[in-house]
């Protein structure tokens, strides 16, 4: 993986590493350049008056430019010096790795560009989204530390498996919006595929109602007073046509708090409201009232209900400070918790640094324990002295018996007593068996002696539950860095006629005008005015630029004949035009 001399980068965890792709700078046609160049003028038209930060000094403290795609190297020298850094990935990836990136102070930035017939608003992730929307703000040091912390919570939050359908159902259907060659049935039937899915969500799960924390901020948040608001969200900061109407009186514009969790956002759609936020220093307020919600706060049997709904892997917490990663099943039908059980592939960590011996390969089978106080104890298990273990019978190499509270009853001999950070949080037993009401109706056994080795997890309670596993390194097969291709393959045959023009017209903004040349230009591109209009735009600006009045006449009485034609480019082309009188070109 490139890191660009940026330590953050060289700091990532391996696991998030496999996700980065090489950006590849060569392959972005002259097309896609003025492309980009057309978007961010016209946001730099808009936004200088109405983006919460001053908009060109903005983006020279990420790293980009008005007049060319941004390149990750430039990026990274300049995020760098306020601790951040910028990678590219293949399009969509998982949201809980899209916030821990977040949370190691680096930006996800898709590798590709948008189509030009989803030049105001594409629903894939792009590079204009991506770069153009939310590193520019990350100079802005109360906002960057509000992103970091959104990050380190949002990695934590428990998805449910409607969930991880309705990111695959929208992941296909932008993908497909995406493609040149998709057709119109195609694009029909992921759509239907989609709402089906938003149809039957049910209850929304932690990492849902965050998620509409982070759209109605991050993506889509406005700061200052009802009154006079100002944009910050990149969904907006890089929307060419939501930005402006978003600001309308017809979009309401609500106080944000907490109650912004109830409304859920369709990213295929314009916003029905947005929220307004007095400072950076309340949208983390708010992020934490929520967060005192979440089963990594909360801890307990309604926690861990929610990681065995989940059916993904999750780590649980014990007082003790053992962590148990793998995917929960229900164990017992008790009102409070007395045994946790997972099924296949566990790992024990303490502190998130997997136990040396306990990975998944050799609790492949699963893991299962008891959890509370034993019985007739005032003192927890987990805070033993070696003379109170002595006097309990936990001595290695002795047989014991241990009953807890809850009618758990383990008994084996004891082979290891395990402590970490001064506190017990492992006992290792051999010929043991774990069961409640033994010899009676309904008895129910945990553990039997021909199992093998017993490795019983201590702690009175579960104080937290969290996504994801506590050492992802160690509990995952981590595969090779994502290999190019796949999603990439939108720069397959771009290189266009098109494209060849574009390239001609962009060597007006480096040398000398010539009127021979553009006229030449000008006129390859009215045979076929399918996709031209952004070249026309182009050579409409240079000729303005340049004073070539007659030139730009010409320009413009062929843009109007596209207008006539395409009816639905008119906003397109008249902004074109427009920002080409009123902003002079230079490269920002």
């Keep these: ?52 930060y001053p908009y060109i000094p903005g983006l020279k403290k990420a790293g ?13 020298d300049r995020l760098k010096l306020i601790g951040w850094g910028a990678v590219t990935v293949d399009g969509f990836i998982p949201p809980a790795a899209f916030m821990e990136f977040q949370a190691h102070r680096v930006l996800v930035i898709a590798a590709d560009i948008r189509q030009l017939e989803h030049i105001e608003y594409t629903p894939a992730p792009d590079i204009i989204h991506e770069s153009s929307g939310h590193a520019p703000i990350i100079g802005e040091p109360d906002y960057a530390v509000y992103l970091q912390y959104f990050g380190e919570i949002g990695t934590k939050a428990l998805s449910s498996r409607k969930d991880f359908e309705l990111y695959e159902a929208i992941r296909h259907l932008s993908i497909l919006k995406e493609h040149a060659g998709t057709t119109e049935a195609e694009i029909t039937e992921a759509e239907k595929q989609l709402k089906t899915v938003q149809d039957n969500m049910g209850e929304p799960s932690e990492m849902a109602l965050l998620s509409r924390l982070h759209w109605w901020t991050v993506e889509y948040g406005l700061i200052g007073s009802i009154e006079d608001p100002k944009i910050y969200g990149a969904g907006l900061l890089s929307s060419i046509g939501e930005s402006a109407s978003c600001m309308q009186k017809s979009v309401p514009k609500l106080p944000y708090d907490l109650n912004a969790v109830a409304y859920a956002y369709d990213i295929t759609k314009p916003q029905p409201q947005l929220f307004v936020t ?19 706060r909360v801890g307990g049997k309604q926690s861990l209900d929610k990681a ?6 999750c780590t649980v917490v014990y007082s003790s400070g053992l962590q148990v990663s793998g995917i929960f099943k229900k164990a017992n039908a008790d009102q ?43 003192r927890e ?3 033993f002295s070696d003379a109170e273990l002595i006097a309990q019978g936990i001595i290695a190499g002795e047989p014991c018996v241990l009953r807890y509270s809850s009618g758990i009853v383990v008994e084996g001999t004891v082979l290891k007593v395990m402590r970490q950070q001064g506190k017990i949080v492992m006992i290792s037993f051999e010929d043991c068996e774990v069961y409640r009401n033994k010899g009676e109706e309904g008895a129910e056994f945990y553990f039997k002696p021909e199992w093998g080795i017993y490795d019983m997890a201590v702690g009175t309670e579960i104080s ?84 070539a009045d007659d030139l730009v006449g010409l320009a413009e009485s062929k843009l109007q004949q596209i207008i006539g034609i395409q009816p639905n480019l008119r906003k397109l082309i008249d902004d074109g035009i427009r920002v080409g009188k009123e902003e002079p070109l230079n490269n920002h």
């Design 64 to 76: 980009l430019s008005i007049a060319h795609i941004p390149d990750l190297q430039q990026m990274n």
């Design 308 to 313: 065995i709904d989940c059916q993904a892997v």
């Design 278 to 296: 007095p400072d950076f220093e309340h949208l983390m307020v708010v992020l934490d009232m929520f967060a005192d919600s979440m089963a990594f």
């Design 336 to 378: 409070t918790i007395s045994y946790i059980q997972t099924g296949g592939g566990t790992a024990l960590a303490v502190s998130g640094k997997e136990i040396a011996g306990h990975g998944i390969s050799y609790h492949r089978e699963g893991f299962g324990s008891p959890v509370g106080q034993l019985k007739g104890s005032e």
């Design 1 to 52: 993986m490139e890191t660009y001399s940026n330590i953050v980068l060289e700091q990532l965890p391996k696991h998030l590493k496999r996700y980065v792709v090489a950006q590849q700078y060569e392959r972005y046609t002259a097309l896609d350049q003025a492309l980009w160049r057309y978007v961010m003028r016209q946001n730099y038209a808009f936004l200088k008056d109405v983006a919460y």
């Design 464 to 547: 937290s539950v969290f996504a994801g596993a506590a050492d992802k390194d160690a509990y995952e097969v981590i595969q090779d860095e994502v290999e190019e291709g796949a999603a990439l393959s939108f720069f397959e045959g771009k290189e266009t006629k098109l494209a060849g023009l574009h390239a001609r017209i962009g060597q007006f903004r480096t040398g000398v005008f010539d009127q021979g040349t553009w006229t030449d230009i000008f006129d390859q591109l009215a045979v076929d005015m399918t996709d031209n209009w952004l070249a026309l735009i182009e050579l409409y600006e240079i000729a303005w630029a340049n004073q």
């Design 381 to 383: 298990l987990e805070n």
